[in-house]
């Protein structure tokens, strides 16, 4: 948004980017190793008022490594951050909220997926800078799958 003075356009939010500290984080799960790096944090800001505008959004890449013997078939990787009591950080209501990223991806037994992530962080875990942990959830299917086909009879008159 741009607001006219004197003449001339000028904005009145300002976008500010922040590393996270540390920028990379490396989990080792039963099945798999998640690694994220260049994880920074987006915020719109009022510039006369320097309040937090807009949902602030977690950018960053994210890869995964299957580390079981057998296929798995990624859903999904869902994301929920925590103060310093281990307790999740709320989101306000009017806060839009993206904490799941879509990732379908089937992975052979050592095999690597790679993505950017792209999801919404809560404006208190920013403003109030109660950000302790990043807890991550990867929703999967293991295989083998089983399948079963039914056949019904039926037909039109």
């Given at each position: 948004?741009?607001?006219?003075r004197?003449?001339r356009?000028?904005?009145t939010?300002?976008q500010?980017?922040?590393?996270?500290?540390?920028?990379k984080?490396?989990?080792k799960g039963?099945a798999?190793?998640?690694e994220?790096n260049d994880?920074?944090?987006a915020t719109?800001?009022?510039?006369?008022?320097?309040?937090i505008?807009e949902t602030p959004?977690?950018k960053g890449?994210?890869?995964?490594t299957?580390?079981?013997?057998?296929?798995?078939?990624i859903?999904?990787v869902t994301l929920?951050?925590?103060?310093e009591a281990?307790k999740?950080?709320p989101y306000?209501?009017e806060e839009k909220?993206v904490?799941?990223?879509?990732?379908?991806?089937?992975?052979?037994?050592?095999?690597?997926a790679?993505?950017?992530?792209?999801?919404?962080?809560?404006m208190?875990?920013i403003?109030?800078k109660s950000?302790?942990?990043i807890?991550?959830n990867?929703?999967y299917v293991?295989?083998?799958?089983?399948?079963e086909?039914?056949?019904?009879?039926?037909?039109v008159?």
């Amino acid at each position: 948004m741009v607001v006219l003075r004197s003449g001339r356009w000028r904005p009145t939010q300002e976008q500010i980017t922040k590393n996270l500290v540390p920028p990379k984080a490396e989990v080792k799960g039963p099945a798999f190793l998640v690694e994220l790096n260049d994880l920074k944090v987006a915020t719109t800001v009022n510039i006369a008022s320097k309040e937090i505008v807009e949902t602030p959004t977690l950018k960053g890449n994210i890869k995964i490594t299957n580390k079981s013997k057998n296929i798995l078939d990624i859903q999904a990787v869902t994301l929920e951050y925590l103060d310093e009591a281990g307790k999740p950080i709320p989101y306000k209501p009017e806060e839009k909220i993206v904490k799941v990223y879509p990732f379908w991806k089937v992975l052979q037994p050592e095999g690597i997926a790679e993505g950017s992530l792209d999801v919404t962080i809560p404006m208190n875990a920013i403003k109030e800078k109660s950000l302790r942990k990043i807890e991550v959830n990867l929703v999967y299917v293991p295989s083998p799958l089983k399948r079963e086909t039914l056949t019904l009879s039926e037909k039109v008159e």
